[in-house]
């Protein structure tokens, strides 16, 4: 070893010896996700090639791993002794729990079972230097800390999920995405492989499935909402034979992943029924969808549907031994059953209510079926419409109220809420960003997730099996960009599964994550790094600067330029009287770090006024709350789902501005999103009402153009006072009708439609 390199690692474990009750902090914050118990002890323990690993049979997953993953990642070859000892211990309580102590001449792993054994593992490995992972380790030795971890997981199930219908992956890719589930302790990988757009899974029985159903013959260029929609007339397309699956399949157990296929029914099926249109309920020849959204084909409810699900579902048992079988179940429009003679056949046959229930009695047959081959199912919370079939398992995305009807039914549920799960939303406010579907989920939002709803008793909490991520890849085309969206919101996921809630701390997790970033460019993940950029709120003090990372500083500027190591420093919130824009980015003592923040502020004559809404908005689109439409910063013009706007779904809207004082009043601006490709629909009419400083009221209402080809609807009226007269309003009330029910021909037919407001701006 050079002496400088030597010379630099003694000062490192010096200062962690020396620093009393600073060791065990420094230390401490390594690892992710936070283990359960982690504390620090004198001395150290060198591996090298005179170092062994024993074991026996019943740890030979985890004993092997760490083997291949010392002896690949560096020059250290281990030999054959008691030096690192892998030791079964019934007493641990949980399964997947270990004990990990490290002595001056010794390591010992303790667990119930092997999976325990791989996890202390994932544990040992995050102490080792980070070259250890893509094999650039070149000295003859490491020195370790001795340490003494005791942990074992908050929740049973622990995943992450990847759309290959919209865009496909290479299987390497695959392995690799478990790879990374597999340090992060992760213990589920969701599998969605049947799409409208799509369908990747070989089926011997169905050869037009792969024929036909894999490949598109174009696909959406840019966002749905863009007018006029544009496609890149190329065919798109793959699929996954069986000898893939199997080899991906076992790569998993592997590394005590499980992977859950799903196999979508009976909505998001047009690539089926584009193979086999007898599937559907009019026969007719229909197209692989080439373009996003919620589709009206859908699997007719007739015997041969089921009989050709059963036999798919015959092939993908073998596949995969997985206990779970995802059968989708979301965003099924009924539109096609209330027309087709076969549906309303069976829903008279069977006693049926509507076509709800048939969806229920669709998705009960599909799980006898399964329940018969002893698996069960899990679906997306619309299984819930109609009645839940008998043993099924909820995954919650639509919010936490299917969550909470399905655990107080008795039934297992995962938790995948848009709000906090949903990793194809944008994660920072950078004008730079790639697209994304829209929505805003940014790391701390996904960190503060708590998977158990409230609204549970205890008893009812035990049903809460655990949460995933999801990411839809509309948007994706490339694993780089996969990367880059689930990295590090996947990170942050997987603290939230592992840890305990009492060990969660985020600015503990964001010291952690700037180190982890480290093992992430060894592993070449393309991380999205926003951890040097800045929030920035305005608060009755003034506007607040804030930034992630620790022993940073934020240097600013009011006049327009761009700051520099030379700028002014924030030490506090910055006064706001008038409009103003403010240039700020991250600083260490030598380089600016991340990118420019920059904010106008416009300041209007409701800025920091009281302002209450009827209802909350809805928590995925919670934006800064009622007090972000009145804070002089207006939203994205792109995207719907930043802090600033705020969305209602089916709610009519009562929004009273208090002004605090008697104001002259000349107009009010507002504008609504009207993305109607996601069931986003500006409102029809707006009253406005006034309170006037003698106690009178003036009401008054517009109509507003709702136009298909406007993203973006502006709101702009003129508040007419009678000549003559000085009339001040204290207070203004608006009434903002829901759309209502999106109707037929449109994306989302039959849900009620969103309201998305911006910035109110009255002068």
Known sequence: MPFKKITAFIVFISFLYSCGSQTHEVLETQIIPAPTKHTINKGSFTLNSSVGISYTKDFKISAEFLKTFIEEGSQIKLKESKSIAFIKDESISSAEGYSLQIFPNRIEIKAKTDQGAFYAVQSLRQLLPVEFENGTFNEDKVIIPCVTIEDNPQFKYRGMHLDVGRHMFSVNFIKKYIDALVMLKMNAFHWHLTEDQGWRIEIKKYPKLQEVAAFRNETLIGHYSNQPQQFDGKQYGGFYTQDEVKDVVAYAKSRFITVIPEIELPGHSQAAIAAYPELGCTGKQVEVATKWGVFEEIYCTKDETFEFLEDVLDEVLELFPSEYIHIGGDEAPKTRWKTCDVCQNRIKAEGLKDEHQLQSYFIARIETYLNSKGRQIIGWDEILEGGLAPNATVMSWRGTEGAVEAAKQKH??????????????????????????????????????????????????????????????????????????????????????????????????????????????????????????????????????????????????????????????????????????????????????????????????????????????????????????????????????????????????????????????????????????????APNEIWFKFQLADGSTVTDKINTQNEVTKNLVDINYIFTKPKHLDIKVKTIILKIPNYGIIPEGKQGVGNKAWTFIDEIIIN
């Open 412 to 681: 297992n549920v995962v938790m995948s809420p848009t709000s906090h799960s949903y990793f194809d939303y944008y994660q920072s406010d950078n004008d730079n960003e790639p697209l994304a579907i829209g929505g805003y989920l940014p790391l701390e939002k996904v960190y503060s997730f708590n998977p158990i709803p409230e609204g549970l008793s205890k008893e009812e909490s035990q049903y809460i099996l655990g949460a995933q991520g999801n990411l839809w890849t509309e948007y994706i085309p490339t694993s780089k960009q996969v990367e880059y969206m689930v990295f590090p919101r996947m990170i942050a996921m997987s603290e939230v599964v592992w840890s305990k809630p009492e060990h969660k701390n985020y600015a503990d997790f964001v010291s952690r994550l700037e180190y982890f970033h480290k093992r992430l460019d060894a592993l070449d993940i393309n991380y999205a790094n926003h951890l040097f950029e800045i929030e920035g709120s305005l608060i009755a003090e003034g506007y607040q600067l804030k930034t992630l990372t620790k022993n940073k500083s934020i240097r600013f500027t009011l006049d327009g330029s761009k700051p520099s190591i030379n700028s002014e420093v924030y030490s506090k919130p910055i006064p706001v009287t008038k409009n103003t824009m403010i240039n700020a980015a991250v600083f260490n003592d030598k380089e600016q770090l991340g990118s420019i923040f920059t904010q106008t502020i416009n300041y209007h004559k409701a800025v920091g006024k009281k302002i209450t809404i009827n209802v909350e908005p809805n928590k995925a689109y919670s934006g800064s709350g009622a007090d972000g439409l009145i804070n002089g910063i207006s939203g994205s013009d792109t995207r719907y789902g930043d802090k600033e706007w705020l969305g209602f779904w089916g709610d009519d809207l009562e929004i009273t501005i208090d002004l605090g004082e008697e104001m002259d009043i000349n107009s009010i601006e507002t504008r609504f999103h009207n993305g109607q490709g996601q069931w986003i629909y």
